[in-house]
């Protein structure tokens, strides 16, 4: 059976487990899964790859050409920068340092808003980010805020990195001081920032397994594909 389809926005602080949790749901929907951050993080990648990071944040001519002559694409689970495969490279934690600093520049916000807000029109999509309830879609069918304490966010960052890569050369307490500064960020900045949506149900999944929180989700969905007049067939 086919379910209609609906827009499912999941916004929430760094490393809270919305990407896995939003890529499995969309699995069991059988909707297409929508990972903004990896928009962000491959735009972060080229400004380190040019070091051009400080540039981008004085110099607005630069800015604009920067970001015109950029090519981000979401493939399946692939994301393209400017036609090369960097699906790896944008999760090494140099990316995640300076990702919040190209995050908070409003030209790069306008070009991936513009681009996420296509990705999601024919709905049936999960769509994961820090604006996607307030900004891109505010009139998604199921919101949700997800948050972890700092502490479980930075152990589930670490055993991922660590799951990945033996030699990691950093700690448990580096990760946490990392990822309360990228909240700080988030949360702070001018455009966009991060912040649950009014009508957003929040889910504090410090204590829940990603299958759970999976679950969770999916019964809410299916209650609002159920009785949502703004479902499409
Ligand atoms: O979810 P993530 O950690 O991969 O996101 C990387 C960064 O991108 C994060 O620090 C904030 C930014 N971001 C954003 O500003 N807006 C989004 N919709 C998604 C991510």
Request: hydrophobic content about 40%.
């Amino acid at each position: 059976m086919t379910l209609k389809k609906i827009v499912i926005a999941i916004d929430g602080p760094a490393a809270s487990g919305k990407s896995t949790t939003a890529k499995l749901l969309a699995q069991k929907l059988g909707y297409v899964y929508i990972d903004t951050g990896a928009m962000y993080r491959a735009f972060a990648l080229k400004a380190l790859t040019q070091d051009v990071l400080e540039r981008l944040q004085t110099d607005e001519a630069f800015l604009r050409q920067f970001v015109d002559s950029t090519d981000v694409r979401l493939s399946e689970s692939s994301v393209w920068l400017d036609g090369k495969d960097v699906t790896t490279e944008i999760r090494t934690n140099d990316v995640s340092k300076s990702v919040s600093k190209v995050s908070a520049l409003k030209a790069v916000r306008e070009k991936l808003s513009a681009i996420q807000k296509k990705l999601g029109e024919a709905k049936g999509v999960v769509m994961d980010g820090r604006d996607i309830g307030t900004a891109i879609f505010p009139n998604a069918e199921l919101k949700i805020y997800m948050l972890a304490s700092v502490q479980e966010r930075a152990k589930r960052r670490y055993a991922e990195l660590k799951a990945k890569n033996a030699e990691l050369g950093v700690t448990i307490e580096e990760l946490e001081a990392e990822i309360r500064r990228r909240d700080e960020e988030d949360m702070n900045r001018a455009v966009s920032p991060l912040r649950k949506a009014d009508d957003a149900i929040e889910l504090d999944t410090s204590a829940l397994t990603i299958e759970e929180q999976v679950e969770r989700i999916y019964k809410l969905a299916l209650e609002k594909i159920n009785d949502c007049k703004g479902a499409v067939q």
